[in-house]
């Protein structure tokens, strides 16, 4: 006992004298346009608490408006969330595992919503299930209409999440490689079981990161939103949407807005504490 | 999963990796253990693999028993087997039944050593209860009761061995193969980890592949060795043959011993050239035909080397006597508890000298030297 204190102590020592080191090797300039980039991430969001106006937090907050918004968000998010983990993983499990041209196409196509900006995806939507769209006419006809619902909102929550848990979990599988899959087969594991017992808890880490961004970008999705579900209190106005009709608003303070986004800010920092808490768990 | 009954391991692998061609035959008895000797490159992965299911022959066909796990589809038709089998075969790793011990242990990181070796038998369908007596039983039988619940991170490099070995038989395979599986061990776990391995062996009676590049290997655990070169089988025998006298100058590299060939001048000695006039060595073995080519084979380690004047300055430079010959250093090297030496006049046969000794000699490139090898540490053979 008393041993494995003793060397956990020497770990913990080499490493902190190897982080000094490091710090120590760089230019130190670099300091001046780092603090810059510090300045740039956190001072907008800084003076979003500085400009708010506390006395107007809690009725904001509280108002059946902002908690509709709020809800909708939540639950949008959370189903966006649940469909991009049951397709995310296979496609990157086929990504990971494919030849390399095969792997390279996909992965362009991946990560093309990833670059575009959410408007375009919005646009893209419209088209494929909008009343004149591709599939839309066909939809219409079976009585099933998409845009401008709460089914609209998850649809493009979950264009624009996607590649973010694809490209994590697919990180995650390369980096594991195939060589305990090639063991556990070798062991007499069928595919599926080689999948569940050793694939899966292998990449759990990236998996969890993965799901993670992934919800955080379907709560923050806006662009793709508006376009395609627009912005109707209860069905499809989520917590972006609710900031901005605030924001603009004829005689709705900017207050409101202020207070919504503190919201979001706060969910964010949740998300990102619980990542962090998984995260140290994970690699054990 | 069917569990077959097992029996010998019978493999004809023919593989091309770009310009490299792999093409050998291997037969394995159950309870036998095969040693394939060969360096880095020449086709002992690549055989592995056929083997385990990892990579289609281009050609051939490997059997367990009477059960055709691999065979490749014939092209030209040309196959010995005489059955029409113009389809492939190719059975899926999982179902080969086929363990396989690498040079890393490949422990899976998020289980604890128990379900690491409950794995196996987990898969194929035992009850987990069972599975984990079982896994328990094996992780005894390889010396690590206690250590059931650690995960493999907490193991050190020759216990995660351990475990891996407990594994693989825990899945209770038909054949065994082992791919350099001390190699990454320190000396002393290794020679620990190699008499578990001959022990464990012994008790299951399947038919075990051993691949290496070390000869101790083979020795410690093999009945019978084939050295393995540029992807062809060039020597195949008992271990104490293949080793004691190799018949190549690769496989005496490999078994690192000398080899020389000569004619023979008596029943038990053999002439060999030399830059400075021929050596005589007088040996045991086979009884010689006078006249006939003949080879001799003898350790590095079993030559005494002294300072050429030490011996007696007026014949220092004259004809010595049987199993002695002079010498100019031309290399010195490292080797194993001392150095090793070669001198001008023999490039093809080396010297080793303890450490001891070594500092005694006052050794330099150019310094004669005065070889001598006792008879005993001397096999005459004929030479082929």
């Known amino acids: 006992m008393t041993t494995t204190t003793a060397g956990r102590a020497t770990v913990a020592g080499e490493t902190r004298r190897d982080e000094a080191g490091a710090a120590a090797r760089f230019p130190l300039w670099l300091y001046v346009p780092a603090a810059l980039g510090v300045a740039v991430l956190a001072l907008p969001l800084t003076a979003l608490l500085v400009r708010l106006d506390w006395t107007q937090v809690p009725a904001a907050v509280a108002s059946p408006a902002a908690l509709q918004a709020l809800t909708l968000s939540l639950v949008t998010a959370a189903i966006a969330t649940g469909v991009c983990v049951v397709l995310g993983v296979p496609l990157a499990v086929v990504i990971a595992r494919s030849s390399r041209g095969v792997a390279a196409v996909l992965r362009t196509l991946t990560t093309l919503p990833l670059v575009l900006p959410p408007l375009v995806g919005g646009i893209a939507l419209l088209a494929l299930l909008g009343r004149n769209g591709l599939f839309g006419e066909t939809l219409g006809v079976l009585g099933l209409r998409i845009p401008f619902t709460t089914t609209a909102v998850v649809i493009a929550q979950t264009f624009v999440a996607l590649p973010f848990l694809v490209i994590t979990v697919e990180g995650s599988l390369r980096t594991a490689g195939t060589r305990y899959e090639t063991v556990a087969a070798g062991l007499g594991a069928r595919r599926f079981t080689v999948f569940r017992r050793i694939t899966l808890p292998l990449v759990a880490p990236g998996l969890i990161a993965g799901t993670v961004l992934c919800f955080a970008r379907a709560l923050g999705e806006f662009g793709a939103t508006a376009l395609f579900a627009g912005n109707s209190a209860g069905t499809t106005r989520t917590m972006p949407l609710a900031i901005y009709t605030a924001f603009n608003g004829a005689g709705v303070s900017e207050d409101i807005a202020i207070a919504l986004s503190l919201m979001l800010v706060l969910v964010a920092v949740a998300v990102l504490v619980l990542m962090r808490s998984w995260r140290e768990d994970a690699p054990r | ?384």
């Open chain 2, 1 to 384: 999963m069917t569990r077959t009954e097992g029996g010998t391991l019978a493999a004809r692998v023919v593989a091309r990796v770009g310009d490299f061609r792999l093409d050998v035959e291997v037969i394995v008895e159950a309870s036998e253990v095969l040693a394939v000797l060969g360096p880095n490159g020449s086709g002992k992965s690549t055989l592995l693999a056929a083997i385990a299911g990892h990579r289609a022959p281009s050609a051939g066909v490997v059997r367990i028993g009477e059960r055709v796990i691999a065979r490749a589809p014939s092209i030209g038709g040309d196959d010995a087997g005489g059955d029409d089998h113009a389809g492939g075969v190719d059975v899926d790793p999982a179902e080969r039944s086929v363990g396989l011990l690498g040079q890393q242990p490949l422990l899976f990181p998020h289980l604890t050593a128990l379900e690491n070796v409950a794995f196996g038998p987990r898969a194929q369908g035992m009850p987990k209860r069972e599975a984990r007596a079982a896994a328990s039983d094996w992780l005894d039988r390889v010396g690590l009761t206690g250590f059931e619940r650690r995960l493999p991170s907490a193991l050190s490099g020759g216990q995660q061995q351990r475990v891996a070995l407990a594994r693989t038989l825990a899945a209770r395979p038909d054949v065994l193969l082992l791919d350099e599986p001390f190699a990454a061990l320190d000396v002393q776990t290794a020679s620990a980890m190699r008499r578990l391995v001959a022990e464990q062996r012994a008790s299951l009676a399947i038919p075990t592949l051993l691949v290496t590049h070390d000869p101790l290997d083979a020795i410690v655990l093999a009945d019978r060795a084939a050295i393995l070169q540029a992807g062809r089988i060039v020597q195949q025998g008992p271990t104490a043959e293949v080793l004691g006298h190799p018949r190549t100058p690769f496989a005496a590299a490999l078994a690192g011993v000398n080899l020389l060939t000569g004619v023979a001048v008596a029943p038990d000695a053999v002439r060999v050239a030399g830059a400075s006039g021929p050596i005589v060595l007088r040996g045991t073995g086979e009884a010689l035909r006078v006249g006939t080519p003949a080879s001799v084979v003898f350790s590095p380690a079993s030559v005494h080397a002294r300072a050429a004047a030490s011996v007696d300055p007026t014949r220092a430079t004259s004809l010595p006597g049987d199993n002695a010959w002079f010498g100019a250093v031309s290399t010195i090297e490292p080797a194993r508890g001392g150095v090793r030496i070669v001198t001008d006049e023999h490039p093809d046969l080396a010297v080793d000298v303890p450490s001891t000794t070594a500092v005694g000699l006052d050794l330099g490139t150019g310094a004669r030297l005065a070889f001598r090898v006792a008879p005993s540490d001397v096999s005459v053979r004929t030479h082929a």
